[in-house]
């Protein structure tokens, strides 16, 4: 298994070795140690080519986001050699020799790797609230990458339990695990450990709440992210009713901090820059002196950002499914989220519009709901922050959770308090069952959550179809990948079946057939 991450944070200057005892002797004396811990945590999100060091796609976690995103169907592209996530158009990407598949494992290890290691500094008996916040956050940190993991190497946990998942390895049994390697572990011993951390975080993180601790800003996690993280782990095991509950406890901490959902107001133009909006529950902050930024090009707004010099102006953007966009009301304020077939969008001003439309030339059905960082358009060093929770979010669980979990009436009834109240006011839900109330909130969120990186994990959770029929993509790219075809997990890359000896070829997910289009239809 990787372990460059764990070397470099344990290595001294001089070049003698720290092992976790003696981290956890010096941490135990000082807490405010665990600090720097903790900070190299998040570091590992938006690391500069941590992985290959070569590919612009390489960028931590916000890359994942859009590999994620690029592999569903309301996500719209085209292939260019300037598109850098065209292997999730093509589904070229899933051979286990691409540098997708090494940047996906990669990515999420090392965060686990970092994790690990500042978990292995702290005793886990320890009442010092100090350090219960540092822990807290590097066992939720942990729990984030893992539920990533399981879901793009195994099929849905209610019914693949025993299948073979991600090995998990964790502060415990690392050391041994970089001797002797690690198998697979199975899907329900996956989020056993997600569950495990979760709850365990929780409680630190309750009990350094309890003691006055608060985060410094939003990209780390405290108590309210991390009912967020098992609201949505618990979703994902279709516990329904604990989903809606942590759901519901998430946007009670949430309020009490002051976050709340964005307003129709505010989304009526270009927005989700800043983490320090009050619908960011949890961000990636990105800083001007990163190097994802001084790099110009290496980012998430470069791939993403319709407004700011990057990749993105070469590769003709990001379209929404069109027969999502058909759907949406003309009464819903997102519907400005995107420029209509016409070209336009009633929440761009005069020079937004100029340069979607005139100074680029953008397709139709082009993404206008990420602004620019700061507003300022047509800048080539971008420092968004990327949210990787709203408040928003946490409605929409809720709303599901109570659904499925017995009581389809109130779920539709927040769905359409929440709806109504921030997004559209003619919106009204006529479903009366569970599994129409899921649809419901299922079609909310492909909408509000558009962009984010989520869509992925519906799909997997929801059993969907890749269908992307009707969508808008190119002749090329029009599949209809059924649910449970072996294309639609990823496999575990070379070099790790190289590295571990615990694990052979004959263990790794099958090859998927890359699929093969399909007529389209009308809409």
Request: charged share 20%; hydrophobic share 35%; net charge negative.
């Amino acid at each position: 298994m990787m372990t460059a991450c764990e070397q470099d944070f344990e290595t001294r200057p001089e070049g003698s070795t720290v092992t976790s005892e003696i981290k956890g002797q010096v941490v135990a004396a000082d807490p405010s140690k665990a600090e720097a811990g903790v900070n190299a945590l998040y570091a590992q999100f938006n690391e500069y080519m941590g992985v290959t060091g070569i590919r612009h796609n390489d960028f931590g976690y916000p890359a994942l986001m859009l590999i994620y995103d690029s592999d569903g169907y309301d996500f719209v592209s085209t292939v260019s050699g300037y598109n850098w996530f065209s292997g999730g158009l093509e589904y070229d990407h899933r051979i286990y020799t691409s540098y997708e598949t090494s940047i996906v494992w990669e990515t999420l290890y090392k965060i686990i790797n970092v994790a690990n290691s500042l978990i292995g500094s702290i005793d886990r008996e320890t009442d010092d609230p100090t350090l219960q916040f540092y822990l807290g956050q590097g066992l939720a940190a942990r729990a984030f990458c893992y539920w990533n993991l399981a879901q793009l190497y195994a099929f849905n946990y209610a019914d693949h339990k025993s299948a073979a998942c991600v090995p998990v390895i964790t502060d415990v049994n690392m050391a041994q695990v970089a001797e002797e390697g690690k198998a697979r572990d199975s899907v329900e011993a996956v989020y056993k450990q997600i569950m495990d951390d979760l709850n365990t975080a929780i409680t630190m993180l309750d009990n350094a709440d309890e003691a006055g601790l608060t985060r410094a800003d939003k990209r780390y996690i405290n108590n309210t992210v991390a009912y967020g993280l098992r609201a949505r782990v618990n979703l994902t095991m279709e516990n329904w009713s604990a989903a809606a509950s942590d759901a519901q406890e998430a946007l009670a901490r949430a309020a009490a901090e002051g976050l709340r959902p964005y307003t129709m107001a505010e989304v009526s133009t270009p927005t989700m820059y800043d983490a320090s909006d009050p619908a960011y529950m949890w961000g990636d902050i990105i800083a001007e002196t990163d190097r994802v930024v001084t790099s110009g090009i290496v980012n998430w707004p470069s791939h993403m950002g319709s407004f700011n010099y990057g990749y993105c102006w070469y590769m003709g953007g990001h379209q929404i499914n069109y027969s999502l966009f058909k759907s949406i009301p003309d009464t819903d304020v997102r519907k400005g989220w995107w420029t209509d077939e016409n070209y336009y969008s009633d929440h761009l001003s005069p020079l937004q519009n100029y340069v979607i439309n005139t100074y680029v030339e953008y397709p139709p059905l082009t993404q206008v709901k990420f602004a620019p960082d700061k507003g300022e358009m047509l800048q080539d060093q971008s420092a968004n922050d990327i949210p990787l929770m709203r408040v928003e979010e946490m409605y929409l669980i809720a709303a599901e959770g109570l659904a499925m979990g017995g009581s389809p009436a109130e779920g539709a009834a927040l769905l359409e308090q929440f709806v109504q109240a921030y997004r559209d006011p003619a919106y009204s839900c006529p479903e009366t069952s569970a599994k129409g109330v899921q649809e419901a909130v299922y079609w909310q969120r492909r909408v509000e959550l558009w962009g984010e990186g989520l869509s992925w994990f519906d799909i997997m959770r929801l059993k969907k179809n890749v269908d992307r029929r009707c969508g808008g993509y190119d002749d090329a790219l029009v599949f209809n990948i059924p649910y449970g075809d072996n294309i639609m997990l990823w496999r575990l890359p070379e070099s790790e079946i190289q590295a571990n000896p615990m694990i052979s070829e004959g263990d790794n997910n099958p090859s998927g057939e890359t699929p093969k289009p399909v007529a389209d239809i009308d809409y």
